[in-house]
């Protein structure tokens, strides 16, 4: 029988509710009884004692914000008599570390993967069609289908392709991030081959674009320019066919899993997404990282509130500076923008029971486990240190979904209380908070967290959940982001556009 509630930690002063509970409704807490005095939906906050006003709230064993007025026993804790204690920039203290609180040690675990010729690893065999201008994502979508439709029988894993809608028209900042995150992908092992695919008259021109990318190899990368080609469908196919040649060259081979990057993403959460899936998904970023391997957090606006859960692990001082700009920077984004720095969450977020960004960023901050924080990346760069990174990137899904695959993430965890569809350019495996979302959205959710809740340990669904990713980095299992053809990209936009 599934349990009516839980506590997160002993000293919070809320419980959460593990499904809707009606008004009157008989709650047995730390050896007496009280009843609620309002219907309080799944995954929202119930308060355990008298709250007064300017009382912080407690979960996680950290304050979420505090009461704006009188919170009796038993009622429902949330935006209605909730307040972030949230405000402005911070400065913050460094805190040497004295041991890590996970053990690296050799690791027996393979998975088949593609070894390039430069050594790098990829975990699917595919063809890209990289664009560097919106206005040619048709062109590239026709080149895909039709190269596709004449390959189906060779031993690859298909041409693909990412639309966007930038590339032209952009200044500054804005046409370096673009450049930087296309050559990432570029240069992404899970593409045997490139196409870059321009139009021609673009501001990211290929001449320019090349220079993100200096040492790119002839023989995985060619290049076409639809302007200068009398038929660039032609044209284009014949050079796709000449990289699904050299793609089918490879074969899979075991790895040692010390080679896997797997980036860490939330959307849509809701009340138990610090409860269930964020937390395995930390368990299991331990456990990859135990093993020799790399796991990437970015999403910068939704560590506001939890950031120094994250600083207190940083692996030296320079690591530490680092990520006091990387919170400091993305806050003075807003500031600059006049937009009230914590916003967050959304919509969807507070009616799945999340009240405050403190409520969601600690929730958040669960993906990246225990384990010492090595580096920190600007936004297009790509990870060098083994061990937990963090990137700069939003908390948009998209936009941060493809600032992981750029940083060089295989493997795109996405743990969701709400459910989404979308998946990224690499395999992107959606996790469900519960237990209703995976029975109801069988083409959407990959794997299930929602059976903490229901008497399973953290520790064999870790497990499980281990062993699955590795049939999904073997490609013995796919996402179906990949069954049902989901991949999309989206690009940091922050300036003036022409």
């Not at 063809?127 to 919106?134: C, D, K, P, Q, S």
Request: charged content about 25%; glycine content about 10%; some cysteine.
């Amino acid at each position: 029988m599934q349990k009516e509630f839980t506590q997160v930690h002993e000293q919070d002063s809320v419980l959460i509710t593990l499904k809707d509970l009606a008004k009157g409704t008989a709650i047995a807490y730390k050896d007496r009884e009280f009843e609620l005095l309002e219907d309080i939906p799944s995954g929202h906050k119930i308060a355990v004692h008298d709250l007064s006003p300017g009382e912080d709230i407690i979960k996680y064993g950290f304050p979420i914000g505090h009461a704006t007025k009188e919170i009796k026993r038993g009622s429902w804790v949330h935006t209605d008599n909730v307040k972030t204690n949230l405000s402005g920039a911070l400065e913050y203290d460094y805190q040497e570390i004295n041991e890590t609180n996970v053990d690296i040690h050799a690791s027996e675990h393979t998975f088949q993967g593609y070894v390039r010729k430069n050594g790098e690893v990829g975990i699917r065999n595919e063809v890209w069609i990289i664009n560097t201008v919106g206005c040619i994502n048709k062109v590239a979508e026709s080149l895909a289908r039709l190269a596709n439709n004449t390959n189906g029988d060779r031993e690859f894993d298909g041409v693909h392709h990412f639309p966007h809608p930038f590339g032209c028209s952009q200044l500054g900042d804005d046409l370096e991030n673009t450049q930087k995150l296309l050559a990432r992908l570029v240069e992404h092992p899970n593409a045997a081959g490139v196409l870059v695919l321009g139009l021609g008259c673009e501001n990211n021109f290929i001449e320019s674009f090349k220079q993100a990318m200096p040492n790119f190899d002839p023989e995985r990368i060619r290049f076409l320019a639809a302007q200068e080609s009398e038929d660039e469908l032609e044209e284009g196919l014949a050079l796709l066919d000449e990289l699904v040649d050299y793609a089918t060259s490879f074969e899979q081979q075991p790895v040692p899993i010390s080679k896997l990057k797997v980036g860490l993403k939330c959307g849509g959460s809701d009340g138990l997404s610090g409860i269930t899936a964020n937390p395995m998904v930390g368990a299991f970023s331990d456990l990859l990282i135990s093993n020799g391997g790399t796991t990437i957090l970015t999403e910068v606006p939704e560590m506001f509130g939890a950031e120094t859960i994250l600083m207190d692990r940083a692996k030296d001082r320079v690591v530490f500076d680092q990520m006091v700009d990387l919170i400091n920077d993305f806050k003075e984004y807003f500031i600059r923008h006049e937009q009230p720095v914590y916003e967050n969450p959304s919509p969807g977020n507070k009616q799945g029971g999340i009240t405050t960004l403190e409520e969601k960023s600690l929730g958040c901050v669960q993906k990246g486990g225990f384990a010492t924080i090595v580096d920190v990346l600007d936004y297009g760069e790509k990870v060098s240190e083994t061990g937990l990174n963090l990137v700069q990137g939003p908390g948009n899904d998209l936009v941060s979904v493809t600032a992981l695959a750029a940083a060089g993430a295989h493997i795109v965890l996405f743990t969701t209380g709400r459910g989404t569809p979308f998946g990224g350019p690499v395999p992107t495996v959606k996790i469900s908070t519960n237990s209703t979302l995976y029975n109801k959205k069988k083409n959407w959710i990959d794997y299930n967290a929602g059976v903490l809740v229901e008497g399973k340990s953290m520790e064999d669904t870790r497990d499980e959940f281990f062993h699955y990713l590795l049939d999904v980095a073997s490609g013995e299992k796919r996402t179906n982001n990949e069954k049902n053809g989901f991949r999309e990209i989206a690009i940091f936009k922050d300036g003036v556009m022409l």
